[in-house]
């Protein structure tokens, strides 16, 4: 029999539990945006710096939600699978005919559908906000599957964190090390505009940098193949060892024979 | 025996890497369609036997055979044949009722058609159709653990394990499940491993009891079969005045060895005696009591025959070693 309807529905659950519970649905849908927001209407006049890539803070700093976005995933995708462990509910799900990469796949298929949604959520405000997408159409279409890749990479990370770790509390805590990444990056700045010679090479060190320079390219810049190959290039090697270490982690976690 | 729906275990261990042997090479088998009741204290290894038997936890050493197949070599068909209600009933709080029930039943490759009558059948026969679109959160003990069965026979298995399905629930919801499980075995044939802690529990549902306690088993029957190794009955007298209590327990020694209790003095009664024969003695004796009971020997005697220890002892036992670990 396939495996399908097994995959489905255990995205079902994970997007159920999602909508269920607003304390993880609401803040990867707000708290991106208002950060947004907030540097946007503090940081504008950054833009008139020479060399700055646009006019608008606000369309420079659309790309940061899409990566933030996925941090939350990551956590709340992360917390969800730690309670199942906790729970003994992994247990229940190692006793049906459910093959470990059908749980796998369904877990992620379920993050990566509320990747999408968010990918929609902050593309909408971004344009209901007056950000003009330099790219159009075919870069929306590109920036949504970079979203997608996005999800998926960083909701296996948070898998593979709550298999290993099988706490939720534990999966809260790693949180903060993830956000310091986003902060140590070219969020808030181009790279070559950073000053401070520590920061630039951390940030040139670090592969959110690229992934957030591949959306702003979308929006900002144009077709730009640097840096969309930088970008898919860091995403899917992380995501292809976020993949492999999820599944090595859950085949030690359902110890069935 | 194990082909179709029994199970067979021969030499079963398990050992935990850092911690003690859980099971201690055990022996039993369950014919199909039989009530298995598997008594003992916490910690006397019950719950690991229904891991190791359930395909969640390789042994150390020996077989096992449920259905007819390798619980090591063949886990896959076993779970295909089994029913499953774990110690804790693992339930997301934010689904409802009916939503595990699809999504047991989907992962469990019950054909789709099939699915909404089935889910709708198992919450009308575990008394949960009124509350199937409430979410989990607000159950009570008791609806969780019928919801608990409900999911475990998604699936019509022909092998239902039960790890302590009663523990925490109050009388009527222990009854109804009682009554459940016994329905099973007489409408469906369906072969049911039990653990408990409870003597009556196991006395009421089981066709054969096993007594397990630190890994091993220590005796396995019929109920009425252990009781009746233990044999004698034990007479119970309450003093009509405590300071009679001494002279009473005294006495009472003529007709059988003392037992431990703080309530009342009771002796396990000697062959051949009857409470007749003691209530003329007494009578005779010019003793006076305020009740005078005989009573028919319990599986907790035969724990106590068996192991030195009550059932009630040994979990008191059990927890204080767990404290101390910690």
Request: charge should be neutral; aromatic fraction near 6%; charged fraction near 20%.
């Amino acid at each position: 029999m396939t495996s399908l309807p097994q995959v489905e529905a255990i995205a079902r659950r994970s997007l159920v539990r999602t909508a269920r519970s607003p304390a993880s649905a609401i803040p990867p849908l707000v708290f991106p945006i208002a950060l947004m927001i907030l540097y946007s209407a503090g940081l504008q006049s950054s833009t008139t710096l020479p060399g700055f890539p646009t006019d608008s803070f606000l369309a420079f700093m659309l790309a940061v939600p899409f990566i933030q976005g996925a941090l939350f995933s990551t956590m709340i995708s992360g917390t969800d699978l730690a309670k199942d462990v906790q729970t003994g509910f992994i247990n229940r799900l190692a006793l049906t005919a459910l093959r470990d990469w059908a749980l796998l796949v369904g877990q992620l298929a379920g993050v990566v559908a509320l990747g999408v949604v968010q990918a929609v959520f902050y593309l909408s405000v971004g344009l209901a906000l007056g950000v003009h997408i330099a790219t159009g159409v075919p870069g929306v279409l590109v920036l949504f599957v970079f979203a997608l890749i996005v999800s998926l990479s960083f909701g296996a990370l948070g898998a593979f964190l709550a298999l290993r770790l099988g706490s939720g509390e534990s999966i809260q805590a790693m949180f903060p090390v993830l956000f310091v990444f986003l902060f140590i990056s070219s969020m808030n700045a181009p790279r070559n505009l950073i000053g401070v010679d520590w920061f630039r090479t951390a940030a040139t060190l670090n592969p959110v940098s690229y992934m957030i320079e591949c959306v702003r390219s979308l929006i900002i810049v144009g077709w730009d193949p640097e840096a969309l190959v930088l970008g898919f290039g860091f995403i899917g090697g992380i995501g292809i060892v976020s993949i492999a270490l999820a599944s090595r982690a859950l085949r030690l976690r359902m110890t069935r024979t | 025996m194990a082909g179709d729906n029994g199970i067979e275990v021969h030499g079963l261990v398990r050992e935990y890497r850092k911690g003690p042997r859980a099971v201690d090479g055990i022996d039993l088998a369950v014919a199909p369609g039989e009530i298995y009741g598997f008594l003992g204290p916490n910690g006397a290894g019950k719950s690991t036997t229904v891991h190791v038997l359930t395909t969640l936890l390789p042994p150390t050493a020996g077989t096992a055979c449920v259905g007819g197949f390798d619980v090591v070599k063949e886990g896959p068909r076993v779970r295909t044949l089994i029913g499953v209600a774990l110690q804790e009933a693992a339930l997301d709080p934010l689904l409802t009722g009916r939503d595990h029930l699809r999504l047991q039943a989907t992962l469990q490759n019950v054909p789709k058609e099939e699915r909404p009558a089935r889910a709708e059948e198992l919450l009308h026969r575990v008394g949960l159709a009124d509350a199937a679109d409430r979410k989990v959160a607000g159950y009570s003990g008791g609806m969780k653990r019928r919801l608990d069965l409900a999911l475990a026979l998604v699936h019509s298995p022909k092998i239902l394990f039960l790890d302590e399905p009663t523990t925490g629930l109050d009388p009527q919801s222990r009854t109804a499940l009682w009554e459940e499980v016994a329905l099973l075995r007489r409408e469906a044939g369906v072969t049911v491993f039990l653990t408990t802690q409870y003597l009556e529990e196991a006395d009421v549902l089981a066709d054969r009891v096993g007594i397990i306690d630190n890994g091993r088993i220590v005796a396995e029957g019929t109920p009425a079969a252990l009781k009746a190794e233990i044999g004698r009955p034990s007479l119970h007298a309450v003093p009509r005045r405590e300071e009679d209590r001494a002279k009473i327990a005294d006495f009472l020694t003529r007709f059988g060895d003392p037992l431990e209790s703080t309530r009342d003095v009771a002796i396990r009664l000697r062959d051949g005696l009857g409470l007749t024969d003691i209530v003329r003695a007494v009578d005779a004796g010019g003793l006076e009591v305020a009740d005078l009971e005989l009573r028919a020997p319990t599986l907790d005697d035969v724990f106590l025959a068996k192991t030195g220890r009550t059932l009630e002892g040994a979990a008191e036992e059990a927890a204080a070693e767990e404290h101390g670990r910690r």
